[in-house]
């Protein structure tokens, strides 16, 4: 990880050009090839310095104003609109095609504007999908159940990585780099857009985001890290049973969470401030991963991501697992959450809030050796979590200690209507795509309410005096990048520590793909590099 000094400016990864910085935020450069970025690390190690902005180039997280007005000026959203809709125009979009296959099966295309010939295919071919809708939705539901419960997580997983060893040398052979926003990304990226980009092409409905994010486990098994993670310590003399890990997919043991709370100190809420909620509501449930034999004096609080909308603690078991590992041995624990539209957003914080509160006072671990870490929309809680934890102490509210400091992957901040990098970037982001866009972004106005709602639960438009130190990994080719940019530049204005790194052409929480790509295990070693120091 490259330290901090008080040169100003940043060595680019080809290790010719040079970068204006300014202090406070480091960021892990790309240069436009392809690069081993352990070495570029290890050359601009005694030169790097920060940058808030992540790049020159990103003209939707330069503002220097800290007025929340000026995010919601119409020349404002013109400006990142244009600059995101320009850097379309230097990508590889629609894996090379000389088409763009969305215009044939989106609701919101102008036909007017289409071909003859394209007219002529677009019907056939929505009646075709809407057709293979209505069967899935049939057939779904009893087809997962038979995969998660009745098939072997360690089959799925071997299953998953036979394919994939099958897969990649076939892609390269024919495909090679053609298919992937640019030529510089590896080979292994390039396979897995060709692979993931037809998912735009079919309509995203919860159950499936939910059924998906419930399987990421199955991508992360223990043998699949063997290369860059030592394994956990086998001594389990001293725990109270057997390891349970092997059946969950890891090598630590697997503690299932079900604790009643008496009280919750920290006030939160957006309706309505909240400090106590209802006898089921002060249930905290979830699973803790303890790595050896004895508990780890450093945590992770593991927030997992989903819009929202989906995800739960057994599919981010893996990862999870993987990362505190890889941060010293650390224990992690992953609460679950309320989701939308079931719930609302007030519902996730303080479920979230009260899992920190679980990891204080009922098992006893101090504040400043607890982590938080959130992915996409659990960044966002990560964020509010300690936003409300510095409110309710100005209050005299809550005197609940801040903990170490929070890690954001592609943390999803802004809950207002989408613009720039939200808007442009979902014509190629593999995971938050045009479907999953359409089927997501309409609840947040549904759960939050008006504009005023939605930027007053916004975390990106909050107070960010007196957070402790934040991590920021994102990708300049993401759907969350102006966001997360503009995040980093607030906080670091008012005073926090800002560790930024971001990477080229990469989609939405790549890191979460480091079993099969280079980059991915870059961001991996990125984030635990700064979970070291902290």
């Known amino acids: 990880l490259p330290t901090t000094c008080p040169s100003n400016k940043m060595e ?95 609701r919101d295309v102008n036909t007017a504007e289409l071909s003859v010939v394209k007219r002529a295919i677009r019907v056939p071919v929505r009646i075709m999908l809407h057709i293979l809708h209505r069967f899935l939705s049939l057939v779904e539901n009893p087809l997962f159940r038979f995969w998660s419960r009745r098939v072997p997580l360690k089959f799925r997983q071997q299953l998953t990585f036979v394919a994939w060893t099958i897969y990649l040398p076939i892609h390269k052979a024919l495909i090679g780099r053609r298919s992937g926003l640019h030529p510089s990304v590896s080979l292994e990226y390039h396979a897995l857009t060709s692979m993931m980009w037809w998912g735009r092409l079919f309509p995203i409905t919860i159950k499936r985001i939910r059924m998906a994010l419930s399987q990421l486990h199955v991508c992360h098994p223990c043998w699949a890290y063997k290369d860059f993670i030592k394994p956990a310590s086998t001594d389990n003399k001293h725990l109270t049973k057997r390891s349970n890990g092997e059946k969950h997919g890891i090598s630590g043991h697997v503690i299932e969470v079900y604790h009643q709370m008496q009280t919750k100190l920290t006030p939160t809420g957006f309706r309505e401030s909240v400090r106590n909620g209802k006898h089921d509501e002060m249930i905290v449930t979830g699973h803790y991963i303890q790595q050896s034999s004895h508990p780890s004096e450093k945590v992770i609080l593991w927030i997992y991501g989903g819009a929202f909308l989906a995800g739960d603690s057994t599919g981010n078991l893996g990862i999870a697992e993987k990362v505190g590992l890889m941060s010293g041995g650390r224990d992690c624990f992953i609460p679950n959450y309320r989701l939308i539209p079931e719930a609302h957003l007030d519902d996730a914080l303080f479920d979230v809030t009260l899992a920190y509160e679980y990891l204080l006072y009922e098992r006893g671990i101090r504040p400043e050796n607890v982590t938080l870490l959130g992915v996409s929309s659990g960044g966002g809680l990560v964020t509010l979590l300690m936003q409300a934890l510095v409110e309710a102490r100005q209050k005299n509210e809550s005197y609940v200690e801040l903990p170490a400091g929070g890690v954001l992957i592609g943390p999803f901040v802004d809950y207002c209507t989408p613009k720039g990098s939200m808007d442009a970037y979902i014509k190629h982001d ?55 940019m503009i995040l980093a530049q607030r906080a670091k204005n008012q005073g926090v520590d800002v560790t930024v790194g971001t990477w080229k052409y990469m989609c939405h929480i790549f890191p ?23």
């Open 512 to 534: 979460f793909f480091a079993p099969f790509v280079p980059e991915g295990r870059e961001g991996l070693e990125f984030i635990c590099a700064w979970l070291k120091e902290h």
């Open 430 to 484: 593999l995971i938050v795509n045009q479907s999953v866009f359409d089927e997501g972004i309409p609840y947040l106005e549904v759960v939050l309410g008006c504009h005023k709602k939605r930027v007053e639960a916004s975390p990106i438009y909050r107070s960010f005096i007196g957070l402790p130190p934040l991590c920021i990994c994102v990708s300049e080719h993401e759907v969350v990048y102006d966001q997360a």
């Open 12 to 106: 680019a990864a080809n290790g010719n050009a040079i970068a204006e910085t300014q202090p406070g935020v480091v960021v892990i450069p790309r240069s436009v090839e392809f690069v081993d970025t352990r070495k570029v690390r290890r050359q601009t190690e005694s030169t790097v310095s920060c940058s808030s902005s992540a790049s020159s180039s990103s003209d939707g997280a330069e503002s220097s104003t800290d007025s929340i007005d000026a995010y919601f000026e119409e020349a404002y959203i013109q400006k990142v609109n244009e600059r995101a809709k320009k850097e379309n125009e230097q990508l590889n979009l629609n894996l090379g095609l000389p088409v763009d296959l969305t215009e044939l099966t989106r």
